[in-house]
């Protein structure tokens, strides 16, 4: 809930403060991998967004050093497993399957994150259009919060947040999450074997 016009489409309260929660190491894969969904989870939405990559330990980091803590930027599909999400208090279950965390297609290097373009395209047709000078919290603010409930790691990535715009993915689509200055990261989607 980092962009207005999401917690709108959610029908959520903007937040006073950033909301948290950890996708687990299994669910990351890269570009051209596969997403697969479990059928009886209901409906699986995308998510586009810009990832931030932590290239060094981060703990109790001020908004004013932020950049120093900062690798570079990724796309990220924050896949989401919606109706769990909407029947549930806490978002590790419907966000943490495996493969629900795609990221890609590189690390970009010394990129401004301030006011880039995130878009979502589901089999070529635009489905989110924002951009990050729309985030509630921006980056120097994620960085800060976080780092002081945990301390982030080297290739610990933040993502910040979704515009609206969500919908759902299925079987045989291919989406791709496209972020200004980082490029194109394209994932197709498959039934999971259960």
Known sequence: LNYKDHAAEQHKPLPEEPLLFIKPSTAVIGPDAPIEVPLWAGRIDHEAELGI??????SRVPMNRASEY????????????????????????????????????????????????????????????????????????????????????????IATGTPSGIGPI???????????????????VIARGD
């Not at 990559?53 to 981060?58: D, F, L, N, Q």
């Not at 045989?172 to 200004?180: K, N, P, S």
């Open 70 to 157: 900062i690798l570079g930027l990724i796309g990220f599909n924050d896949v989401t497993a919606r109706d769990l999400q909407n029947r549930e208090s806490q978002y590790t279950r419907c966000k943490g399957f495996d493969t629900f965390a795609p990221i890609g297609p590189c690390i970009a290097v010394g990129l401004d994150g301030r006011d880039l373009q995130v878009r979502a395209y589901v089999n070529g047709a635009l489905r989110q259009d924002s951009r990050t000078r729309e985030l509630i919290f921006t980056i120097p603010e994620l960085v800060q919060f976080i780092s002081t409930v945990m301390t982030l790691l080297p290739g610990d990535i």
């Open 53 to 58: 990559v932590i290239g060094k330990r981060a």
């Open 170 to 188: 299925k079987p045989g689509d291919q989406v791709t999450i496209h972020v200004e200055g980082v490029g194109a990261l394209t994932n197709s």
